[in-house]
T-cell receptor, first 117, second 115 residues
Framework: AQKVTQAQTEISVVEKEDVTLDCVYE???????LFWYKQPPSGELVFLIR??????QNEISGRYSWNFQKSTSSFNFTITASQVVDSAVYFC??????????????FGKGTKLSVKP | DTEVTQTPKHLVMGMTNKKSLKCEQH?????MYWYKQKAKKPPELMFV???????INESVPSRFSPECPNSSLLNLHLHALQPEDSALYLC??????????????FGPGTRLLVL
């Protein structure tokens, strides 16, 4: 069965600290996609990144970076020099083939990040 | 433009009321989704429409009735809800294709309170 584990329920840091959010996944598929979404208190899920199982290159986007390691089934997310605006719940998700032409997202339980000024 | 809009933002309804949630996207996506999210939990898939046809129904009670009148609109009709149905209802849309890789874009949600 496919599963996403975000072991960190809540993390609290002080502004400008670096923080890493962990994501471990389980799947038997050789082709899959991994996603990170941000959910601020307003409620909207904001798409951050998509990664396919054949591309293990790390990615950097501004203060955000992602480390994908198939050997450990992990897709970790690092925020450098955190800011108060980064405070949100972050979800890691795995896309499985559900049927028809649509993939279903398997979400982790989320990590709540609080950045204090 | 990756915008999905949802109305209303907040809704309070009694258990005998009938109400509807509305979702709209203009990104040319042909797949649309309804999710339910309880507090401190991840979103749970309810329905998926693909090319305006219902393709996935996650055993949702019949008091929730989805409708996709056209490729840009998705409604969720609510009738005789229970207090435990109080939640954030999220709409999402995506391209249709090789489903695994299609990113879902979410709206801001409707916060529903059933009294």
């Amino acid at each position: 069965a496919q599963k996403v584990t975000q072991a960190q329920t809540e993390i609290s840091v002080v502004e400008k600290e670096d923080v890493t959010l962990d994501c471990v996944y389980e799947t038997r598929d050789t082709t899959y996609y991994l996603f990170w979404y941000k959910q601020p208190p307003s409620g909207e899920l904001v798409f951050l990144i998509r990664r396919n199982s054949f591309d293990e290159q790390n990615e950097i986007s501004g203060r955000y970076s992602w480390n994908f390691q198939k050997s450990t089934s992990s897709f970790n997310f690092t925020i450098t020099a955190s800011q108060v605006v980064d405070s949100a719940v972050y979800f890691c998700a795995l896309s499985e083939y559900y049927g028809g032409s649509q993939g279903n997202l398997i979400f982790g339980k989320g990590t709540k990040l609080s950045v204090k000024p | 433009d990756t915008e999905v809009t949802q109305t209303p933002k907040h809704l309070v309804m009694g258990m005998t009321n009938k109400k509807s949630l509305k979702c709209e996207q203009h990104m040319g996506h042909r797949a649309m989704y309804w999710y339910k999210q309880k507090a401190k939990k991840p979103p749970e898939l309810m329905f998926v429409y693909s090319y305006e046809k219902l393709s996935i129904n996650e055993s949702v009670p019949s008091r929730f009735s989805p409708e996709c009148p056209n490729s840009s609109l998705l409604n969720l009709h609510l009738h005789a809800l229970q207090p435990e149905d109080s939640a954030l209802y999220l709409c999402a849309s995506s391209q249709v294709g090789q489903g695994l890789r299609e990113t879902q874009y979410f709206g801001p949600g409707t916060r529903l309170l059933v009294l």
